[in-house]
């Protein structure tokens, strides 16, 4: 059975690529370092590291193991605070992933409650778009994922919020929003100011350009819809939300939104966890407080 103390240190020198500033980080000494690889290269049955001088590079089994070893971590923290809420269920952890679009617009409300319900709780939010959310799901590193639903995972067990339509979004002096629509003839030719490309509503929209023939060339790319929201104001292309996410603008004219010629562009957006395992109350509380504040954001956004 391999040893929890050598895979913490065999991460530290993957993740650092470096003896050195891996045993800087652990408070070891280099040496110690060293004897401790080279016990678990012996124990794994295959080299996991390439040393050539100074330089550090990972095998294609250190590689492997060095995700594992991610996994385990995980799971030995899920353990410690299993074992924590079991002894006082009122203190806990709570690890959230969610796209900067849902940090903005969802979370806040439902985390004000949730603290009034979980003050001994401690929170963390990790940011990043949907692909990313749920790859670190799969891996342990968060607990629920606040996300966009593109397809089913198996392994993955989804509570829906609610459903928005993605339009274009255009500055009141541009042709289309003089016009009142979109024209699927001028797609090629316009300048785009999109959402970050690994995010799934980026991959929607690439979708969609794919499909009228018209394949995106030219556009910019932000991970901040306030951001995007600013540029489409000055002209600089157009730009792709739901209702939900411009209301103030909309109200005040500053911007247009103006429906997919040809097709309409949904969403699902959801709280996933893994299937595996049972939710605790603390969980259970965010996820019903997040559906109550996406109650008040669908019936607009349908």
């Not at 699902?268 to 969980?283: F, G, H, Q």
Request: charged share 25%; net charge positive.
């Amino acid at each position: 059975m391999l040893d929890a103390h050598q895979l913490t240190v065999f991460a530290a020198v993957a993740e650092n690529l470096s003896f050195t500033r891996a045993a800087e980080r652990l408070f070891l000494t280099q040496s110690a370092v060293s004897h401790q690889i080279a016990r678990l290269e012996r124990d794994v049955g295959c080299r996991l590291l390439d040393r050539e001088g100074r330089a550090v590079g990972l095998t294609p089994a250190g590689r492997t193991l060095l995700q594992q070893a991610r996994r385990v971590f995980a799971a030995l923290e899920e353990a410690q605070a299993a074992a924590r809420y079991a002894a006082r269920p009122d203190i806990g952890r709570l690890r959230i992933g969610a796209s900067s679009t849902a940090c903005q617009y969802i979370i806040p409300e439902a985390l004000r409650e949730f603290r009034e319900s979980f003050p001994a709780y401690s929170l963390s939010i990790t940011p990043g778009d949907s692909p990313q959310t749920a790859e670190r799901l799969l891996s342990g590193e968060i607990d629920l994922g606040l996300m966009v639903r593109l397809e089913r995972q198996k392994k993955l067990e989804y509570h829906e919020l609610f459903e928005d339509e993605l339009r274009f979004l255009v500055s009141p002096l541009h042709p289309w929003a003089k016009a009142g629509r979109g024209e699927r003839r001028e797609l090629e030719g316009q300048h785009m100011v999109l959402y970050s490309r690994n995010s799934a509503t980026f991959r929607l929209v690439e979708r969609y350009f794919l499909k009228v023939r018209a394949p995106l060339r030219d556009w910019i790319e932000l991970g901040d819809m306030g951001a995007i929201k600013e540029l489409v104001k000055l002209g600089l292309g157009v730009g792709v939300t739901a209702e939900w996410t411009t209301r103030p603008e909309l109200a005040e004219r500053s911007l247009v939104l103006l429906p997919f010629p040809g097709m309409r562009l949904k969403r699902t957006w959801c709280i996933a966890a893994l299937a595996s395992r049972e939710l605790s109350l603390a969980e259970q509380t965010f996820i019903g407080l997040c559906q109550a504040v996406a109650g008040q954001l669908a019936p607009r956004s349908r």
